[in-house]
């Protein structure tokens, strides 16, 4: 696999001085640590010791365990068996705040905060700033974007949590973690919905709070963020522990071989096809959150789209899925234009959108994963008025075995889904639809190496069945390596359009960014 | 409820599975059992007979309120509904209309009231708490200056005598929430509809992203509630013989209560057809049983209430130990 | 043996003082013959389905007779009819459109009705010299047959002999006292000419009594409530009202159960009894008559 | 609503702007502006006094409902709280306890109520709903069975006359509203316990992970609530001067409508003290001016009803446009 690292790995020198730390206590110690929830044995019995001042990155397949192992950590859910030890002593962990009491603190995978309140009051939720007994709310806002300021991440402490996009809730559920004085201090997967540049900026943070003498567990599925920041990675697969190594003495291969038990040779599936005709066209298209945008996807084309978080590529899309009304502009569908008003008229001509919002748009958690998976396609399913059990039980089913989506039963709920597995019913729905132009947004947040690359493999099925893609990624190397035609927005703005790995990661950057002078960039 | 929380099996020192075991079906044949040993009478085919016509026509509500529910909505107005069709059917009935024209004018009116809640709150933007709130005020008002506060007799005997016979021993107005209850089985777990009613409850953002029609999901609830509700309006009719608009006072309650009672959660996306079945006939058990047994009807009140609790209370257990 | 003989007494609405008092006397009379004597009733007044399924549940027990006061004239009638075939049926209080009763024991409550409208134009010819003015009426509830009785009673009378009492408003309630009093105090708002009230049931005068005595109108406004209870007694006796019309409920409660042995035991019994409406002034309050209707013997 | 969505800025055809902009105290004042005009009394010093005692006792209860509300669940016993207390408090006055000790005796019991509900909710995981529909039942009936179906007649004057007297021209009643608004403000807006109750409307499983004591903030919600019911248990109980069981049926559903049409949303997370005290005088002074212009009582129960679904949609779109 080449290495399509983010920017320059630690310096060796460095992770001396981590290891030099490393010497220390281990600070938190697992023995036989063990969860079981009905029906699934998501950690086996595990031990482990993080040592004092180090960053850890747990690694593993989704579904693995990991988000369990964090959650025993940080009391969020009873564990069955074992003991865990802070700083050499029994700790009970049974309820998140007696973990904050003890400075364990974590960005939990699925965001979780208050989406009703303010920025700053999610901040300082549960540590409110008081005086007399009363809120201080001026003072809290004033502190809050002061943080914020700090960590470089230019968002409005006043501003409602549920007017900020995933991503940017994500810094904020990060920047609350940073600020409340944690001695240990767990990321659980942040930089899924991060683009480049955010994701820099958490890991100037990581590495700030390490050298202030904070431990760190990272979790993700990114194998170079993993190789840049941790000094050890510990393996988990099928809830058990495979193994702990010294970044330095490991490689990728031998990461993926121990999560998956197989070796990857090539993640990124590229077959080039010869396109077909024109499906779908966009002139001048111009919405809420974007304009003037004209491109167009070709049967057997992969079209991605790439920019900064709230550049407005999920608006473009969700309009030309009628989720938004457009202010001006045409689509063509065929060459003929098209009204899309709504949903299903999108749905009607071919066309199926995987939401970048797995838990706001993509599912119905608390139904079963086999409801969520033929919900596009009931009508199929059904005569008459009645459905058919059968084929709606053998649809999901396929589903479930064909995308190696990890559940106890298909009548599971989609919420006892670890991340990842959620996220391949978001796009599993969509492909016995029949659709011909196939929209992923953010397809592969959360999801892991193994899945990642049987994901990319899919693509080019459906590619060869004569359909085209809109993918949109803010991982850059998916789009890179991926995209026939690569179009970078910004501000709403479509600024450049490059065919497949014609420019680098660095020119797609400073596009994206919007220094220098790039709007007068190739368009083709 | 917001508090549920998901971590299962942690509660290993309670151990009276044979009680916490009970299907909510299981706790009616055991309050039937005690009941029937507890008194002479509970056990009789007249008496069953009653306690079936008792429970009818608040279990055809709880379905109705049911199909609401799941789609995360609540309908207040179903016993201002039943009471306005009782003095629709009777205004009909009195002014000469056939008995098959009034029915059908009078479960018209239900689709009605079902489609302006559907406008209320698609439309409108109306919460469903505030526009059925609003449509039972009126409509008992309504339905009180057609009568002007009075009631309107029923003088045709076909009609008025159909709620008291029986088919094969089994009362009519039982018979009538198989007929009901058949097909909203039907159509909640064998048909698209009934699927859409969950994920529109579950997430509608996702629903709609799915393609599903989200505002005729929630129109066809609020409209099949409604009528379920004229159904029972003219049920009633044919039961009091009369219409008279202030009839069914807190019947809401009474089928919000079954339907929850019977496994339904307020939360949306939860529910089923035979739980709030089971839930109107457990609520007519309690009073049927309290009456026989002679309880007088203040206690009748306590035990109504602290029976609820115990049901639900057990009910839970053993959804949560699943 | 009279022990094992059970009757039933269903009432309209247990939780009103009224019925209590009816259910008093029959307990009383159940005690007195050795009768066992279910108290049955609905939850509220105007629940007419309710009472037909009590009816039901009480037949089913096979009781010797049953004692039942109907809801709804028409409404209770087929029902009867159909109980009436297997046991004895006594009405007390109102009557229900069925041939089957054995017996039947009321008030008259448009009677009632009327003799409020007499009570009302006499207070307001002793303060202000003749039967002139304004008047109002405030009804508890919608749709309840003894009430609307008691209106049409109390409207036929003033049409018929007081031509000069004008009813300028005629109020519905909801059943709670708060509702009477804020009716009341906004009927004094808007009609400063107002004279007399009629409250056809003890809550609505409960309310309205609270309401005269919050302005300091009991001079101007004269009230007529119905039925009694301690605190319409005190209303009565400082001058808040100034008059009740009252019932016998007690006589009633307990006739029906005799009655009801008796027939049941196949003895002949009186078709109808009128157990009357008196009008009960701050004069004639210490009469023992009426002492015995303000003060019924509650066990 | 699972239906709103959040595409705004898509409705420009409607252009009423001045009408659409009204926050609810200026609907309140149009109210007031118009009944002003249509009848000599409404603008008198005496039916403003009216007005304020009329509007008092709902809009209390209002405020504790609105805790509950914030935190996404729902308190159906208000009514009967305030019927059972009114019994309590005129059965320890008829027994002789001075007025402070029945009054702290009373409140005291409601402290009772609103902990059982709280753990009901938190150990019991009962639904809100259901718990609290218990109780209402419940609690009805023991009031009936300490009452025996009767009324108690409060003769304690300085209790029953502070009802009805002023302060500075003002009614005691409407001070009331003033003495319990103020720390409700207070507290909701800016103590910590305030903000945990939007935090756990809003999110109950993020607010556990910051380590909000969720449970205790259900606990104090429900308290609240129930504090605030006996609390005009006892104002009841001074202004009718006597404690009946089954007064303030229906009450709390007026209370909940207070709450939602002042903008608190039954999703939970959204809502403020004064939008219930608007609420409650909106509907005070519907009532009110209906019975000035002597409205039939069955228009205005139609009048009510389509009031409250004007008022509603014209906030929502001003909330929306916001
Ligand atoms: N509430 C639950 N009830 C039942 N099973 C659960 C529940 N939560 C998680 N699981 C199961 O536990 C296992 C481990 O899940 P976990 O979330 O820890 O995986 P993960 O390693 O974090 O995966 P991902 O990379 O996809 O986030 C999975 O099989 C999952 O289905
Ligand atoms: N409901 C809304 N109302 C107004 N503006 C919005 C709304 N939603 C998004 N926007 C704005 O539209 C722009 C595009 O947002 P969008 O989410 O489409 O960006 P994106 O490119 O998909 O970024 P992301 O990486 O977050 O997915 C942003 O400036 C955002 O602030
Ligand atoms: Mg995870
Ligand atoms: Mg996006």
Same mark, same amino acid.
């Given at each position: 696999m080449t290495d399509h690292d983010i920017s320059h790995r630690s310096s060796s020198g460095q992770s001396e001085d981590v290891s030099a730390a490393a010497a220390? %206590?281990?600070?938190l110690e697992l023995r036989g640590l063990e969860k079981q929830y009905l029906g699934t044995?998501?950690?086996?019995p595990a031990d482990l010791a993080f040592k004092a001042g180090e960053i850890h990155a747990i690694v593993g397949e989704n579904g693995a365990g990991k988000s369990t192992l964090i959650k025993l950590l940080t009391g969020v859910i009873p564990r069955t068996a074992g003991e865990i030890l802070f700083r050499g002593e029994p700790v009970a962990l049974t309820t998140p705040l007696e973990a904050i009491q003890h400075g364990i603190n974590a960005v939990h995978q699925?965001?979780?905060?208050?989406?009703? %309140?303010t920025v700053a009051a999610n901040i300082f939720l549960g540590e409110e700033q008081r005086r007399f007994g009363l809120l201080q709310h001026r003072h809290m806002i004033r502190e809050a974007q002061k943080i914020l300021d700090d960590l470089g991440f230019?968002?409005?402490?006043?501003?409602?949590?549920?007017?900020?996009t995933i991503g940017q809730q994500q810094l904020i559920a990060t920047a609350r973690a940073a600020t409340r004085g944690a001695r240990f201090l767990i990321f659980?997967?942040?930089?899924?919905?991060?683009?480049r540049e955010e994701a820099a900026q958490l890991f100037a943070l990581i590495r700030r709070l390490q050298k202030s003498g904070v431990t760190i567990v990272y979790i993700s599925h990114r194998m170079e963020e993993v190789f840049e920041l941790a000094d050890r990675v510990s393996i988990l697969r099928d809830g058990r522990l495979v193994g702990t190594r010294n970044i330095g003495e490991t490689n990728e291969n031998e990461l993926i071989g121990l999560m998956i038990n197989r070796s990857i040779e090539?993640?990124?599936?590229k077959v080039p096809f010869t396109f077909g005709k024109t499906i779908l066209e966009t002139k001048n298209l111009t919405g809420n959150g974007f304009e003037d945008i004209s491109l167009s996807v070709r049967e057997g084309e992969i079209v991605g789209l790439y920019g900064l978080i709230g550049a407005g590529r999920s608006e473009f899309v969700t309009t030309i899925f009628g989720r938004h009304p457009k202010s001006s502009g045409k689509i063509l569908w065929d060459g003929k234009e098209v009204r899309i008003e709504r949903e299903r008229d999108a749905i009607k001509l071919g066309i199926a959108l995987a939401p970048e919002s797995r838990r706001d748009q993509g599912l119905? %958690?608390?139904?079963p994963v086999s409801l969520n998976l033929n919900l596009p396609i009931y009508k199929q399913l059904s005569r008459n008025v009645l459905i058919s059990h059968r084929e709606e039980a053998r649809h999901a089913d396929n589903q479930i075995s064909d995308l190696r989506?990890?559940?106890?039963?298909?009548?599971?709920?989609?919420?006892?889904?670890s991340g990842g597995n959620q996220q391949k019913i978001v796009i599993g729905?969509? %492909?016995?639809? /029949?659709?011909?132009l196939f929209i992923f947004d953010e397809?592969?947040? /959360?999801?892991d190496v193994g899945t990642k690359a049987e994901i990319y493999r899919l693509f080019s099925t459906l590619l060869e069945n004569g359909a085209g893609i809109i993918l949109i990624s803010s991982y850059l190397p998916e789009v890179y390596e991926l995209a026939d035609t690569l179009h970078v927005f910004r501000r709403g703005h479509l600024v450049a359009s490059h065919p497949?790995?014609?420019?680098?990661h660095e020119d797609i950057l400073t596009q994206a960014l919007g220094s220098a002078s790039t709007d007068a960039s190739t368009r083709n | 409820m917001s508090l549920e929380t998901k971590d299962t099996g942690t509660t290993p020192k309670r151990r009276f599975n044979v009680l916490f075991g009970l299907t909510l079906f299981a706790l009616l044949l055991v309050l039937w059992l005690v009941l029937s040993l507890a008194t002479d &009478?509970?056990?009789?085919g007249n008496n069953i007979s009653n306690l079936l016509r008792q429970g009818s026509m608040i279990a055809i509500l709880a379905i109705g309120q049911t199909f609401v529910i799941i789609t995360g909505g609540i309908d207040l107005s179903v016993g201002a509904i039943v009471g306005f069709t009782s003095v629709i059917v009777a205004w009909l009935l009195a002014h000469g209309f056939p008995v098959w024209a009034a029915i059908l004018i009078t479960l018209g009116i239900g689709v009605c009231i079902g489609l302006f809640h559907g406008f209320g709150i698609v439309?409108?933007?109306?919460p469903p708490f505030i526009i059925t709130l609003a449509t039972l005020t009126s409509l008992r008002g309504i339905g009180l200056l057609i009568t002007n506060g009075n009631t309107i007799s029923i003088d045709n005997d076909p009609f008025t005598e159909f709620s008291r016979n029986d088919f094969a021993g089994v009362p009519n107005l039982f018979l009538m929430v198989v007929l009901v209850g058949i097909p909203a089985y039907i159509f909640l777990s064998h048909s698209r509809w009934g699927r859409y009613l969950f994920s529109v409850g579950s997430n509608a953002e996702a629903s709609r992203l799915s393609g599903v029609n989200v505002k005729g999901t929630i129109y066809l609830a609020y409209t099949l509630s409604a009528v379920c509700a004229s159904f029972v309006g003219l049920l009633l009719a044919s039961r009091i013989g009369v219409g008279n608009a202030?009839?069914?006072?807190?019947w809401e309650l009474q089928a919000i209560a079954s339907s929850v009672i019977g496994g339904? &959660?307020?939360?949306?996306a939860v529910g089923s057809i035979h739980g709030p079945l089971l839930g109107a006939f457990i609520l007519a058990t309690i009073n049927n049983g309290a009456n026989l047994l002679n309880v007088n009807s203040f206690w009748q009140r306590v035990i109504t209430g602290v029976l609820i609790i115990v049901i639900v209370y057990f009910d839970q257990l053993r959804r949560r130990r699943r | 043996r009279a022990a094992d003989v059970t009757i039933p007494i269903i009432v309209k609405? *247990? *939780?009103?003082f009224y019925w209590q008092i009816v259910l008093a006397g029959a307990r009383k009379a159940g005690k007195d013959l050795g009768v066992k004597v279910p108290e049955l009733g609905a939850q !509220?007044?105007?629940d007419i389905n309710g009472q037909i399924s009590i009816l039901e549940n009480a037949v089913s027990g096979k009781p010797a007779a049953i004692v039942i006061s109907p809801t709804e004239f028409k409404a209770l009638g087929k029902p009867i009819d159909e109980a009436a075939k297997s046991v004895k049926i006594i009405g007390i209080d109102s009557a229900a459109d069925?041939?089957?009763?054995?017996s039947f024991l009321t008030t008259d409550n448009v009677q009632g009705g009327r003799v409020a409208a007499d009570g009302l134009a006499a207070a307001i010819t002793e303060k202000y010299?003749? !039967?002139e003015g304004e008047v109002a009426l405030i009804t508890a509830?919608?749709?309840?047959g003894s009430l609307d009785q008691r209106a049409k009673g109390f409207k036929e009378q003033l049409a018929a002999k007081?031509?000069?009492?004008?009813?300028?408003a005629d109020k519905v309630a909801d059943g709670q006292a708060t509702t009477g009093l804020n009716i009341t105090t906004d009927l004094i708002t808007a009609n400063p000419n107002l004279r007399g009230i009629f409250t056809s049931n003890l809550i609505m005068a409960q309310g309205a009594g609270q309401a005269i005595a919050e302005n300091k109108a009991q001079d101007k406004i004269k009230v007529i409530g119905f039925d009694s209870d301690e605190k319409l007694v005190k209303f009565l006796s400082n001058g808040t009202l100034a008059g009740l019309i009252v019932q016998d409920p007690y006589r009633m409660g307990y006739d029906g159960i005799k009655t009801a042995l008796a027939a049941s035991k196949g003895e002949k019994t009186e078709a109808n009894v009128d157990t009357g409406a008196n009008l009960i002034t701050k004069a004639n309050m210490n009469d023992k008559r009426a002492q015995e209707l303000l003060n019924p013997k509650l066990d």
């Open positions: 220390h %206590l281990p600070i044995h998501a950690l086996k699925e965001v979780v905060l208050c989406p009703h %309140l230019a968002l409005p402490a006043h501003a409602l949590l549920s007017d900020l659980d997967e942040p930089t899924a919905y991060l683009t090539q993640i990124y599936h119905c %958690l608390s139904l989506i990890k559940t106890s039963s298909r009548s599971a709920s989609a919420a006892s889904l729905k969509w %492909l016995n639809h /029949g659709a011909k397809p592969t947040v /959360g999801v497949h790995k014609s420019v680098t | &009478s509970f056990w009789t439309r409108l933007g109306l202030m009839q069914a006072e807190g339904t &959660s307020l939360f949306g | 609405d *247990t *939780t009103s !509220a007044e105007s069925s041939k089957a009763f054995t010299g003749k !039967a509830l919608p749709g309840v007081y031509p000069g009492l004008k009813l300028i």
